[in-house]
């Protein structure tokens, strides 16, 4: 809207407007006399951005109300819509005035106004397909009220009869939504007058050419056509009453674009339509409907294949009416549609019309598509409101959409979102990584908090850092900073990606260190990784960083063992009459005086079941029975295995085993000195011990000598008994 330079009204005037109308107010007594009084001094003086003065278009929506039986609140909010655009504070003043219902209704019309004039403002070159939806949308999201809507349409209607009573030329893309939303609303709510008269006055500004054409072929013979269909008129209202048979026979007056759509969904010309010339018949009952039918078919020659009984074969939508195209004795088609009253009024204001049904189809006919999404809803909106004459009523459709809000970013785009939904959802609606970097926002350019509940129309602006997640906080349900079950999704992903992340640069650290201490950094990653039997270094590492893997396997493919001397071999392969006990209280059954050594990827300690392995120079490895890399050996030389046995112990160090210890648990100040301190009571001497934390969890891999697994079995229990240890066990 176009205000005169500094003539806004501010808070100097605002009481001398409540002083006059106050009086009355508990009773509302003639409102629309005081809402125009109200706002003249405002509007008079104002103009909307077509040109039109705004006190005029006013009076004029007012006017279009009070034709379709909209009451005089109704009428009178439409000057207090237009006021509100020149108050400082128009919820407040309208309220003191008015009351609250006017006052929010005025103010929630007019927003709608402003953020469709926004949207097209700041994409007006965007396609007309895109802006129509968008107008769409923010119906919808307005049309909680049924008020709000009914001012827009009225509104809408009447600049378009102000465009054709000035003969300007009017914006095509307001040509459009007039013609693809504006008018199927009306459809839908059953305003006929509103609908027909839009739909036509939309389609002149959009095609004159063939307006005028399509005009210029109905004047011809409209003269000659009406007095066609008064005389058949009478003659069925005569036949039919003769028959005993009640009926109202009504003409059926066509209009431009409905001849238009049909003849281009159909392929016809114009001398090929079959309903220029068309009747109604309403009868009392639906036996009626078939006695008309059957007198009408007697008098004049039916077209067999323009029969529909949608009658016993209801449409979808539940309208119901017998179609026929007959011929008079001249040969003149003649449509005719039979109905009951009571069907008639279903078709007039019931669901038969959804938001594109009459527009649309179910194949696109007209060439106009519809979106079932918003179809459903303003169908289902229309189903449960039938059309109420007192259009003062507050919140009629409260809670009925009330699944979805409409909100626009920075640049007036629509963006939908669920009821409840905050400034997070609407960044991760926008992009993944807009969400995560989400630091702020701000509402109609106000700071609010992250889990601010957002309303239709608003404006919302992210405020982002260039790095950084998401806060586990958004997780949590009774924070309430997220409804979008998509944007928590996002959310949770982005955790699990951190949490794999750091396991895999764990077990990467593991590694590489390993390789350092082995003096193999030049060894390929990917290639440890395939001989290990993982598709990548990746995997490798997340095995090594969750303790799936000991590094002694990746031991072992950087150290194969060696080849011994063919001699020794034999000697080793041998099978001799007596065991010999070894270092470290081992026997190798069958062979004497022979060198082993405990594997250092197991580390077996009595009286774990044991297997040897007859390496190549290095005499005999003993495994645990169920070691990882002993099966990998066995399966590629499973001929070495040898049996071995635990021998009797001596008292001295070389009885003592190392064990390697994993615990867990949550970390605390003292938790490694406290772990300590149970192994030192029960004489187990700890030899290394490395500590890890991450997000609060602290892993302690220990070393640890024992004499044997009992007192291991022994001393675990009490270190997982600890406060704070979520478990403790030999790796």
């Known amino acids: 809207m176009k205000s005169l330079a500094n003539e806004t009204l501010g808070e100097n005037r605002v009481p001398e407007l409540i002083a006059a109308t106050a009086q009355s107010l508990p009773d509302q007594v003639n409102a629309l006399v005081r809402a125009r009084g109200f706002a003249e001094p405002l509007l008079a003086n104002q103009s909307l951005d077509t040109g039109e003065n705004m006190l005029a278009h006013a009076d004029a929506v007012a006017a279009t109300l009070q034709a379709i039986g909209g009451s005089e609140a109704m009428q009178a909010a439409s000057y207090l819509v237009y006021a509100s655009a020149h108050l400082n504070k128009p919820l407040e003043v309208i309220t003191q005035a008015f009351g609250e219902s006017f006052a929010e209704l005025a103010v929630e019309t007019n927003k709608l106004f402003q953020v469709q004039r926004q949207t097209l403002a700041a994409n007006p070159k965007q396609q007309a397909g895109t802006q129509t939806e968008n107008v769409r949308k923010m119906l919808l999201a307005f049309s909680r009220d049924l008020r709000v809507v009914m001012l827009r349409l009225t509104s809408r209607l009447q600049t378009l009869r102000y465009f054709a009573a000035t003969h300007k030329t009017m914006p095509q893309e307001m040509a459009a939504e007039s013609l693809h939303v504006f008018a199927p609303l009306a459809n839908r709510l059953g305003i006929w007058e509103i609908k027909w008269e839009m739909e036509d006055l939309a389609f002149r500004f959009l095609e004159p050419e063939t307006y005028k054409h399509i005009a210029q072929l109905l004047d011809e013979k409209r003269t000659e056509r009406e007095a066609y269909v008064r005389q058949v008129r009478g003659q069925i209202e005569s036949g039919l009453q003769a028959q005993g048979i009640s009926a109202q026979v009504q003409g059926r007056p066509k209009h431009i674009y409905s001849i238009v759509k049909k003849m281009r969904g159909k392929s016809l010309g114009f001398d090929q339509l079959y309903d220029l010339r068309a009747l109604r018949i309403i009868v009392e009952e639906i036996p009626d409907c078939y006695a008309a039918l059957s007198w009408v078919h007697s008098q004049f020659t039916p077209v067999s294949e323009e029969f529909d009984d949608y009658i016993a074969r209801p449409k979808a939508n539940g309208y119901q009416s017998l179609h026929t195209i007959v011929r008079d004795p001249s040969g003149k088609p003649i449509e005719v549609q039979i109905r009951t009253e009571t069907m008639h009024q279903h078709a007039e204001h019931g669901v038969a019309a959804h938001w594109a049904y009459k527009e649309a189809g179910t194949r696109g006919y007209g060439g106009v598509s519809a979106d079932s999404a918003y179809d459903i809803k303003i169908a289902v909106l229309r189903q449960l409101l039938a059309w109420e004459r007192d259009l003062a009523a507050p919140r009629l459709a409260q809670g009925l959409l009330d699944d979805r809000i409409y909100v626009l970013t920075p640049n007036a785009a629509i963006v939908e979102l669920p009821q409840g939904a905050t400034p997070v959802d609407f960044a991760y609606s926008l992009h993944t990584d807009?969400?995560?970097?989400?630091?702020?926002?701000?509402?109609?350019?106000?700071?609010?908090?992250?889990?601010?509940?957002?309303?239709?129309?608003?404006?919302?602006?992210?405020?982002?850092?260039?790095?950084?997640?998401?806060?586990?906080?958004?997780?949590?349900?009774?924070?309430?900073?997220?409804?979008?079950?998509?944007?928590?999704?996002?959310?949770?992903?982005?955790?699990?990606?951190?949490?794999?992340?750091?396991?895999?640069?764990?077990?990467?650290?593991?590694?590489?260190?390993?390789?350092?201490?082995?003096?193999?950094?030049?060894?390929?990653?990917?290639?440890?990784?395939?001989?290990?039997?993982?598709?990548?270094?990746?995997?490798?590492?997340?095995?090594?960083?969750?303790?799936?893997?000991?590094?002694?396997?990746?031991?072992?493919?950087?150290?194969?063992?060696?080849?011994?001397?063919?001699?020794?071999?034999?000697?080793?392969?041998?099978?001799?009459?007596?065991?010999?006990?070894?270092?470290?209280?081992?026997?190798?059954?069958?062979?004497?005086?022979?060198?082993?050594?405990?594997?250092?990827?197991?580390?077996?300690?009595?009286?774990?079941?044991?297997?040897?392995?007859?390496?190549?120079?290095?005499?005999?490895?003993?495994?645990?029975?169920?070691?990882?890399?002993?099966?990998?050996?066995?399966?590629?030389?499973?001929?070495?295995?040898?049996?071995?046995?635990?021998?009797?112990?001596?008292?001295?160090?070389?009885?003592?085993?190392?064990?390697?210890?994993?615990?867990?648990?949550?970390?605390?100040?003292?938790?490694?000195?406290?772990?300590?301190?149970?192994?030192?009571?029960?004489?187990?001497?700890?030899?290394?011990?490395?500590?890890?934390?991450?997000?609060?969890?602290?892993?302690?891999?220990?070393?640890?000598?024992?004499?044997?697994?009992?007192?291991?079995?022994?001393?675990?229990?009490?270190?997982?008994?600890?406060?704070?240890?979520?478990?403790?066990?030999?790796?």
């Open 434 to 731: 807009l969400g995560h970097r989400c630091r702020g926002a701000r509402i109609d350019g106000h700071m609010v908090p992250l889990n601010t509940s957002l309303k239709n129309g608003q404006t919302v602006e992210v405020v982002t850092t260039k790095e950084g997640g998401p806060s586990r906080d958004w997780l949590n349900p009774d924070l309430a900073y997220l409804a979008s079950a998509r944007a928590r999704s996002k959310v949770r992903a982005w955790f699990n990606a951190m949490a794999m992340h750091e396991t895999v640069a764990r077990g990467r650290e593991v590694v590489e260190k390993l390789l350092q201490r082995e003096g193999r950094t030049s060894f390929k990653l990917d290639d440890l990784a395939s001989q290990l039997g993982y598709a990548n270094a990746d995997g490798l590492f997340e095995s090594v960083g969750k303790d799936e893997l000991s590094v002694r396997s990746i031991e072992q493919v950087l150290n194969p063992p060696q080849a011994p001397l063919p001699v020794d071999e034999h000697a080793l392969l041998k099978k001799t009459k007596a065991p010999s006990t070894s270092r470290g209280g081992v026997l190798v059954v069958g062979v004497d005086s022979l060198m082993t050594q405990l594997a250092k990827c197991c580390k077996p300690v009595p009286p774990d079941p044991i297997c040897g392995f007859v390496t190549r120079g290095k005499g005999v490895t003993v495994h645990r029975a169920d070691c990882s890399t002993l099966r990998q050996m066995i399966n590629r030389h499973g001929e070495r295995v040898i049996e071995v046995a635990w021998g009797q112990p001596k008292l001295d160090a070389a009885s003592l085993y190392p064990v390697d210890v994993l615990v867990e648990a949550a970390d605390r100040q003292g938790l490694l000195r406290d772990v300590l301190d149970v192994f030192g009571k029960e004489k187990c001497n700890v030899t290394s011990a490395q500590t890890q934390v991450s997000k609060g969890t602290n892993w302690m891999s220990l070393t640890v000598e024992v004499p044997d697994t009992g007192r291991l079995t022994k001393v675990l229990p009490m270190v997982a008994a600890m406060p704070g240890v979520r478990s403790a066990r030999r790796r």
